[in-house]
């Protein structure tokens, strides 16, 4: 075995490292689907995303192997990102010397060949991989290098909008901005996180041309699956990008019809709900009077909580409720999920509040964006819970 060289960049990699708090991330249900394709394509039993801290080999995503991470000697990935720009192949690592003697060759789970692409920053850092191994030798074909490539080509634009979204968080908690000013930052952040996405729309849209038939039905889906996970943000950026250039609220004001705004959000959050057996329920709803656009990302921000935040015990189903009140109308979300602890009810519509405090999976705008809204629109909004039972959501809009 060789110990991998340390790259001559190391300490400012392990800072960018650190500073995207991917390490300590939870699971990302857009990672696992491209970790899913990639061992599709590349027909191997393991894919990984990997990150390489000083000492240990973290998997951020995996599918086909059960542990959580490996000491950083003993990983392929360490010696991978010594190349920032250059695939690392071994075809068969008991004739390699780097990797013959490793406990990963020699026992379970005799990893055999490697193929793997480091995950390189804009400023040129190799945080980790994403790689394929298999316990059998193996030579891959010109066309799965290249997609594996356009792959990892979308998880280095997953983290350039992560990087994006913690700048949003840092500037808020930094920050105390007039009106006019938060607008303006909005905006530029908006704009700024819409350029990866549309990235990767590209890349998923070029992989499946350039793929065409000789993918699987099930990779085929694990594409469109992550390209609707791709356009779910996107609308929600272009629903910010509306909120902050809206002068008028009265003037936007629309009668709507709120069962296709449901319908859209459950198509965009499609993959997980048929995953998670999740049950969204809903009728007669009627044709309400109000801004689409501020109404559409109240009702989206309040599911996509419910989905988030939903128990492990039992499937997830919601109840969307609304009713007239004369003056009124009362608008009620009820979940059966995790539910909130008493004292965080007050806290969970402050910016940034999280009920989940190691999740990184968002900024924690959206209860606090929902609140600012529903009060200019005149309105309110409230929750009632039970830890274990699960939560009622209900606000109010002028009739």
């Known amino acids: ?100 003697d490793i406990p990963f060759v020699t026992k379970d789970p005799k990893i055999a060949f490697y193929a793997g692409m480091p995950l390189s920053t804009k400023e040129g850092f190799a945080l980790g991989t994403l790689c394929v191994l298999d316990s059998k030798p193996k030579v891959l074909t010109v066309s799965q290098i290249e997609a594996l490539k356009s792959l990892a080509k979308l998880v280095e634009r997953s983290f350039e909008s992560r990087r994006k979204a913690l700048e949003l968080e840092k500037v808020y908690n930094q920050m105390q901005l007039h009106k006019n000013q938060s607008e303006e930052i909005a905006l530029s952040i908006a704009h700024d996180l819409k350029n990866p996405l549309d990235s990767i729309q590209g890349f998923l849209e070029l992989l499946q041309q350039e793929a065409g038939t000789s993918l699987g039905e099930e990779a085929q889906q694990y594409i469109d699956y992550a390209k609707q996970s791709t356009q779910k943000m996107t609308g929600l950026i272009y629903e910010i990008l509306a909120f902050a250039k809206l002068t008028s609220l009265e003037e936007n004001k629309v009668e709507i ?50 989905i988030k935040y939903r128990s492990p015990e039992r499937p997830l189903k919601i109840k969307i409720d609304i009713q007239n009140k004369i003056d009124e109308w009362k608008v009620s979300i009820a979940d059966n999920g995790s539910g909130i ?53 209900s606000f109010t809009i002028p009739n």
């Open 1 to 100: 075995m060789i110990k991998p060289p340390i790259p001559v960049n190391e300490a400012g990699r392990l800072k960018e490292l650190h500073s995207l708090r991917l390490v300590e991330s939870l699971p990302e249900e857009e990672l696992d689907l491209i970790t899913k394709l990639a061992s599709d394509i590349c027909e191997t039993k393991i894919s990984l995303i990997t990150l390489i801290d000083s000492k240990t080999q973290y998997f951020k995503s995996k599918q086909g192997l059960e542990i959580e991470n490996t000491p950083r000697d003993y990983a392929f990935c360490a010696h991978a990102i010594n190349t920032p720009d250059k695939m690392l192949i071994v075809n068969d690592a008991s004739e390699d010397k780097r990797f013959k």
């Open 257 to 306: 019809e709120v069962e296709p705004i449901i319908q859209n959000i459950i198509d965009l959050n499609l993959p997980t709900m048929k995953a998670e057996h999740i049950e969204i329920e809903y009728k007669n709803l009627p044709v309400i009077k109000t801004s689409k656009t501020l109404f559409s990302i109240v009702l989206r921000n309040l599911i996509s909580n419910a």
């Open 341 to 393: 602890k008493k004292r965080n009810l007050e806290k969970i519509f402050k910016p940034f509040y999280k009920e989940d405090k190691n999740s990184t999976s968002g900024v924690g705008m959206g209860l606090a964006a929902c609140k600012k809204i529903i009060l200019n629109l005149g309105g309110n909004i409230s929750v009632e819970s039970e830890p274990g039972e699960g939560s009622v959501f």
